[in-house]
């Protein structure tokens, strides 16, 4: 942890000591409180408040050509009326041309995820009154000097944090009666020096701050599993896949306090495997002025930290990555599962974003993704799985743990276990529509 910092530190230092261009998206903007009604008050000159939590602000073709090959974006969220620790993102979202103004639900907006941030514990009356966060975004130089992208869509910042000002209204001096709960401000510095541009060409959003859970929200019954697919119409080569998670639920038991596996598939390959969290949150204690349960009134060992903690109030959000050498033309499926994923009493969720970028010899759109409503139950099972899908079924197989083919079935949505022992088998499911994935069943 400490390294990385050093290493972000350097980064924006060896922006603004250099030939750098700074380009300031949103100024002190106001939020209110999230669950209120969005309010009327004035907005900042040039932003478009899309509930109280967001605001948007289109960046202009002058901005879009000043960008530099080394981007660092830095976002700074200032305390008023909320003192607790909350979510925040920011967006870049691809708006159609045809439309000047766009809604927050609008389905025509293309959106991924940059940026994900945990405010701090904060009272507005004391020192630091404002904690900073730093990200290197320089793969999105190719998105914001993409000719074709820019001549179909317009590009919009959106910088999220959603508060509410209940405690701070009776615990912080000056609260009471307000709904103002964070100021924030986003900044991009960009310079050449040092730096070297890749040529993807294309963007593909894949999942933007998906709710995700074993409850109420999932793609297997029972289990913590998202599946995506996306079709590529030709080859990308030097696919580059972004990834924000974090997981939450502070009830006891909750899924914030539990360290938690996390395995990211491509066309049932593994590429992605981590653990959220496991770093220190000491750098971030002076940012928490308000008294809380997470940083206590003494330094805590990095053991101490390991051993529970999923984020750190006051940090950025890990955005992790991993790159495929090539991708075929035609369908692709993305699986992300937290296996041992309990969500204590039916609470809490994991927020997931993923996003490509790549290279193709054909200028690709930004291409539209879709979820794949599929539930696979029960598991376990003493005899059917069954398989309910939007889409029919084309085929299942079923394999052992070896890899052996058992038996397949075909236009059917269910397959027949009961005449085989207890164990682990695997299904190979594919849809009439071309989507293949594979899911693993235990055998009571």
């Known amino acids: ?178 709904i103002d709960v964070f100021s924030g401000t986003l900044t991009f510095f960009s310079t050449d020096t040092g730096a070297s541009v890749t040529d993807s060409n294309n963007l593909i959003p894949i999942l933007s701050y998906n709710r995700l859970n074993n409850y109420n929200s999932t793609d297997s019954t029972g289990e913590t599993v998202r599946i995506v697919t996306f079709n590529l119409p030709d080859p990308v080569t030097n696919a580059r896949f972004f990834v924000i998670s974090t997981p939450h639920g502070a009830n006891a038991g909750g899924e914030e306090y539990i360290r938690r596996q996390n395995y990211t598939y491509i066309d049932d390959v593994q590429v992605l495997t981590y653990t959220p969290g496991g770093t220190s949150c000491e750098p971030y204690r002076v940012y928490n002025t308000q008294g809380n349960g997470i940083y206590g009134n003494v330094a805590k060992t990095f053991a101490d930290w390991t051993s529970w903690n999923n984020w750190c109030p006051g940090n950025s959000v890990p955005i992790r990555e991993f790159t495929l050498p090539s991708l075929t033309a035609g369908n692709h499926t993305l699986k992300h599962t937290v296996p041992t994923a309990v969500f204590n009493q039916q609470q809490g969720d994991v927020y997931l974003s993923v996003y490509m970028q790549g290279k193709s010899n054909v200028t690709l759109d930004v291409k539209d993704i879709k979820t794949v409503d599929v539930n696979i139950y029960p598991n376990p099972t003493s005899d059917f799985v069954n398989v309910k899908s939007k889409v029919d079924v084309a085929s299942i197989t079923l394999f052992n743990v070896e890899g052996r083919k058992l038996t397949e079935t075909y236009r059917e949505n269910r397959i027949d276990l009961s005449s085989y022992s207890t164990g682990v088998y695997f299904l190979n499911i594919i849809l009439k529509d071309g989507t293949i994935f594979k899911h693993k069943i235990i055998k009571k």
Request: hydrophobic share 35%.
């Open 1 to 178: 942890m400490y390294k990385r910092l050093l290493l972000l530190s350097i980064f924006l230092s060896n922006l603004v000591s250099s030939q750098t261009t700074m380009t300031n998206v949103i100024s002190d903007a106001v939020y209110y409180d999230g669950y209120a009604a969005t309010v009327s008050n004035p907005v900042p000159s040039g932003l478009t408040r899309l509930n109280n939590a967001r605001y948007t602000r289109k960046l202009t073709d002058t901005e879009l050509d000043s960008f530099k090959a080394k981007i660092a974006m830095r976002v700074t969220i200032g305390a008023l009326c909320d003192n607790y620790d909350r979510l925040g993102e920011v967006f870049l979202a691809l708006v159609p041309k045809s439309q000047s103004t766009y809604t927050i639900a609008d389905p025509n907006v293309k959106r991924i995820e940059v940026g994900r941030y945990i405010t701090p514990f904060m009272n507005k009356n004391r020192t630091p009154s404002e904690v900073p966060y730093t990200y290197d975004i320089s793969n999105l130089y190719n998105v914001f000097h993409d000719n074709a992208l820019r001549s179909t869509y317009d590009m919009y910042m959106e910088l999220d944090v959603f508060g509410v000002p209940y405690a701070a209204q009776t615990q912080v001096l000056g609260c009471s009666g307000r």
